[in-house]
């Protein structure tokens, strides 16, 4: 197993070969000198960079050095890539309750694409008014794996896991008033969910969320046991 030691930094150039995708950088507390020398390194050893959780002047010194660069402002990353992760059959849904939690979303779904992932978007269907949800429920049934992201007092995904068959990875969000303690809330109201397979990840974090997905899509897809036939085509989502 091998990595490069750059001071600051041990980058790990194995992670590919261990778990099926490179090293992602996460960018908040790095300057933008530190993620122009780590992604010398990703580049350089897979062709493939992304940097979460990024600022603008992070994209700027990345941009120096990679003009193809991409910001994904909602989703606060930027990607690189020159040699693009195949793309795998079945479908990754991303919904969120409210456009308030789009960021999150985003940071999930600019995840699944960059490692080689369909997409379905679904924004703004929360409990609130469920007949919105009722209504995309046959686009949820047809993906492999949901990624549901909520704040507030996070229900939705136990309302996807009462409507769906698939395993349900619950996000919850920073987002709402003063008794909501940043996300708290939400936190403990998924854990104690009644939904059946419903799975929690940390506070605001699509990018964990659309890790572990990734790693479900693949081996539903690898088992033969997704018809692509049933599958929604992606839909295009937020401007990035």
């Known amino acids: 197993m091998s990595f490069v030691d750059l001071g600051y930094a041990r980058v790990d150039t194995d992670r590919q070969r261990r778990c099926g995708f490179p090293e992602v950088v996460f960018g908040a507390g790095k300057t933008p000198a530190q993620v122009v020398g780590i992604a010398e390194v990703l580049v350089k050893e897979h062709g493939l960079l992304l940097v979460s959780r990024i600022e603008k002047a992070h994209f700027e ?12 402002a ?3 990353c930027v990607s690189v890539v020159r040699s693009p992760m195949p793309v795998r059959g079945g479908v990754v849904g991303v919904i969120c309750a409210g456009t308030s939690d789009l960021p999150v979303a985003e940071e999930a ?3 699944l694409e960059i490692f080689g992932n ?3 978007r679904l924004a703004d269907v929360g409990v609130a008014g469920i007949h919105r949800l009722l209504a995309v429920r046959d686009q949820l049934e047809a993906c492999a794996v949901l990624i549901v992201v909520a704040g507030m007092e996070g229900a939705l995904p136990s309302a996807v896991a009462g409507l769906t068959s698939k395993p349900v990875i619950a996000v919850p969000t920073s987002v709402g008033y003063g008794a909501s303690f940043g996300g708290l809330a939400a936190l403990l109201g998924m854990l104690n969910s009644c939904g059946s397979g419903v799975t929690v990840v940390n506070i605001d974090n699509g990018f964990g969320a659309a890790y572990a997905a990734a790693q479900i899509n693949r081996l539903v897809v690898d088992s033969g046991a997704h018809d692509p036939q049933s599958a929604p085509g ?3 989502g937020p401007s990035r």
Not at 61 to 72: D, F, G, K, N, S
């Open 118 to 120: 369909r997409v379905l």
């Open 74 to 76: 909602q989703a606060r």
């Open 234 to 236: 992606p839909e295009a």
């Open 61 to 72: 010194a990345l941009q120096t050095v990679y003009p193809e660069a991409r910001w994904h």
């Open 109 to 111: 779904a600019v995840t």
